[in-house]
């Protein structure tokens, strides 16, 4: 099974997944750096906080006392951490003159500028870049290299940039590669919670007759 299968598999089975959840490009930036080592709804949780105390925006998240920060982020876990992360990405962004000039910015400029904030790593950038930014980037996480790996699409040690490099050739024949990238990424998301977990649940596969772990090849 190549990769354009494997999205039409997963788009019919689940739809549309209407990713990312944000009100703001600003809001999936802080969601993007939140979601390191926590499920979303924590994630909803903290971002819920920061709402209720008017601080969902890059000056007053600058400005806030780490204390106070890293309470409103404590759903998130790892709060202290990801309260400096979450101010130092701020600072920056600020620094750079916030969304509008960093859209001025090519799809590699801005990722590279992305990859040198501390605590940005490559997936975080990704998903800024993709989801918030509108650009040709695959994101690849957990579920993702689980997934193609289960599937033979990978070997299953590939680097980050390797793993990506395979996808995005692997779609480069799609139109509108940015939302056809934004929703295999929800729908292999989706695919994984639901049945391809660390320990799968495939009798509620729906692609699991494509899938050598099973026993039967595509």
Same mark, same amino acid.
């Given at each position: 099974?190549?990769?354009?299968?494997? /999205?039409?598999?997963? !788009?019919? *089975?689940?739809?549309?997944?209407? =990713?990312?959840?944000?009100?703001?490009?600003?809001?999936?930036?802080?969601?993007?750096?939140?979601?390191?080592?926590?499920? =979303?709804?924590?994630?909803?949780?903290?971002?819920?906080?920061?709402?209720?105390?008017? %601080?969902?925006?890059?000056?007053?998240?600058?400005?806030?006392? %780490?204390?106070?920060? &890293?309470? =409103?982020?404590?759903?998130?876990? /790892?709060?202290?951490?990801?309260?400096?992360?979450?101010?130092?990405?701020?600072?920056? !962004?600020?620094?750079?003159?916030? !969304?509008?000039?960093?859209? @001025?910015?090519?799809?590699?400029?801005?990722?590279?500028?992305? @990859?040198?904030?501390?605590?940005?790593?490559? +997936?975080? #950038?990704?998903?800024?870049?993709?989801?918030?930014?509108?650009?040709?980037?695959?994101?690849?996480? #957990? /579920?993702?290299?689980?997934?193609?790996?289960?599937?033979?699409?990978?070997?299953?040690? +590939?680097? !980050?940039?390797?793993?990506?490099?395979?996808? +995005?050739?692997?779609?480069?024949?799609?139109?509108?590669?940015? &939302?056809?990238?934004? +929703?295999? %990424?929800?729908?292999?998301?989706?695919?994984?919670?639901?049945?391809?977990?660390?320990?799968?649940?495939?009798?509620?596969?729906?692609? *699991?007759?494509?899938?050598?772990?099973?026993?039967?090849? #595509?």
């Amino acid at each position: 099974m190549r990769l354009r299968q494997l /999205y039409d598999r997963l !788009y019919k *089975a689940y739809g549309p997944q209407h =990713w990312w959840p944000a009100d703001s490009p600003f809001e999936v930036m802080v969601g993007a750096v939140l979601t390191q080592n926590t499920a =979303w709804s924590n994630v909803e949780k903290a971002i819920t906080n920061l709402k209720a105390h008017h %601080h969902l925006d890059a000056a007053a998240i600058a400005k806030a006392t %780490h204390t106070q920060l &890293a309470h =409103w982020l404590k759903p998130s876990g /790892y709060f202290n951490i990801k309260a400096k992360r979450l101010q130092n990405f701020c600072r920056w !962004y600020l620094a750079q003159g916030g !969304y509008d000039k960093l859209n @001025l910015l090519d799809t590699l400029a801005l990722r590279k500028a992305l @990859l040198g904030v501390n605590g940005i790593g490559p +997936e975080t #950038a990704d998903d800024i870049v993709l989801y918030a930014f509108h650009r040709q980037v695959f994101v690849i996480d #957990a /579920y993702t290299r689980r997934l193609l790996t289960r599937l033979g699409l990978s070997e299953g040690d +590939e680097s !980050y940039e390797e793993l990506r490099a395979i996808c +995005e050739k692997g779609l480069a024949r799609m139109d509108d590669k940015v &939302a056809v990238f934004n +929703e295999f %990424h929800a729908l292999i998301v989706m695919h994984a919670k639901m049945a391809c977990r660390k320990k799968p649940l495939c009798a509620l596969c729906t692609i *699991a007759h494509h899938c050598p772990r099973i026993g039967v090849g #595509a």
